[in-house]
């Protein structure tokens, strides 16, 4: 679907939004580029094409006026880091020309082009890029709704509920049992719930070392699995128990008020539960009607444009982008991609295919981190692995070599953040 | 190919001056210290945690681009 430079154009000039009145006059009318979603990909997109395009307006909407940060949010439930650490805000890219609104985007016309936000607020646009991240998909798991959350902390969403699961943890007696359940593909983080785990028997060999961790999982395999069971094996003895699906992992049920967890196999009695449900993209995915049945966002892996609505791009967790996994890094690098494809097209030039990268890393312990790697581009309309390339870290790897993964870690958080936020 | 380099700053920390990493600093370096460096990442010749995995996804134009792309990065 291309957009020609006059249809473009015409569209501009035919509706009056609050971007173009926020947005420095010019003297033509200028293309009108609305992006949803304050975290990686919608503010590394906003940020992209402000800059491969300056005469564009482009607003980012976003309702909340800090952004929580997911990776590392697990060194923060076990008592590593500082929340604070997590949180950024907008100062930066509010001078770059970017109109940013702290509101929420309630719906979406399609047809007419338009972003309705709170209050009788609507935004015209010319392309809209959702970027809004994951929903829970509440009732999903029979027991797991937003009351149960206060009592099963998910914390797959950074912030209070990240902190809620730290305050378990830190209550719960030496002895405890604590219990995490993770989803079935595909969900935000594929390693997290690992690293979860991981960095939680941390703790609790440190503080607790009677207590017990049992991982409930809906699946037999998961992302960079040898190195992290046999750094359990190393670190972890007894202490970490995974129980894959067919050994009975995957929780059917769940009882809030007695913390239980039930597979068709056992019942499980925590002192702390953390349920990490199924997922979908988020609300205004669904609403914009570029979700599928899948709940998730089928797009074009050159442009990010949906398949089922024209002009709209999404980018990030929500999208289903073929091989890459749902992580803060192939958002970052979904979100340049498409910022490059929307300036190419806002020219009325054709967008080049793009190569993508994702690195995700994970620390075992503090000092101990693991990584896999992949390079990506568009095959038969699907983002693909580039053969030959990627993978994970090597198996018995010297000390040493986890080490300085564990601090290339660091050093990605802080270069990624200080990239899109700073 | 003009795509190609955009996907690149996060990877090795080459985002800013400011930011405290261990990771070599990848800004304002000569193409060609850079299409070296890639090369022999890809070769395996240069020992490294992750970036042999990543450059033996890219051609030899495609690691020019990237070389002429970051050069002119400051």
Known sequence: MRTTRRA???????????????????????????????????????????????RAAVTLVEENPNYTACPFSNSVISGLRD????RFGDDAFHAEGIVVLHDRAKAVDPQRRLVSLSGDTALGYDRLVLAPGINIRWGALPGYDEAAAELMPHAWKAGEQTLLLRRQLEAMADGGTLVISAPANPFRCPPGPYERASLIAYYL??????????????????SKQRLFQAAWQQLYPGLLEWVSLSNGGKVTKVDPATRTLVTDFATYKADVANVIPPQRAGHIAEIAGVA??????????????????????????????????????AANAQAKVCAAALAALLRDETPSSPKLINTCYSLVAPDYGISIAGVYHPVNGQLTDVE??????????????????????????????????? | MRLLPLVLPVVAGAVSAKVDTPAP????????????????????????????RIAKGFSDDEIRAIAIWLAAQH
């Open chain 1, 83 to 86: 929340i604070a650490a997590q």
């Open chain 1, 205 to 222: 060999k440190t503080k607790k070392p009677r207590s017990k961790l049992i991982l409930l999982d809906a699946k037999d395999s998961f």
């Open chain 2, 25 to 52: 600093r990848i800004l304002a370096r000569q193409p060609a210290e850079i299409i070296a460096a890639m090369q022999a990442f890809r070769s395996g010749e240069r020992s490294s945690t992750v970036m042999g």
């Open chain 1, 388 to 422: 030959g390339a990627g993978g994970v870290s090597p198996g018995g790897a010297p000390p040493d070599f986890r080490a300085l993964e564990a601090a290339y870690a660091e050093a990605w958080f802080r270069t990624i953040t200080a990239e899109t936020f700073g």
């Open chain 1, 8 to 54: 473009f154009l015409r569209g501009s000039a035919a509706t009056a939004s609050v971007a173009l009145l926020a947005a420095p006059a010019l003297a033509q009318a200028k293309a009108r580029v609305v992006v949803v979603g304050g975290g990686f990909a919608g503010v590394t997109c906003a940020r992209a094409l402000q800059r491969a395009e300056p």
């Open chain 1, 292 to 329: 599928d049945q899948t709940g998730w966002c089928p797009i074009d892996p050159v442009t990010f444009e949906s398949r089922l609505q024209p002009g709209i791009h999404v980018i990030g967790d929500a999208a289903i982008a073929g091989a890459m996994p749902k992580s803060a890094f």
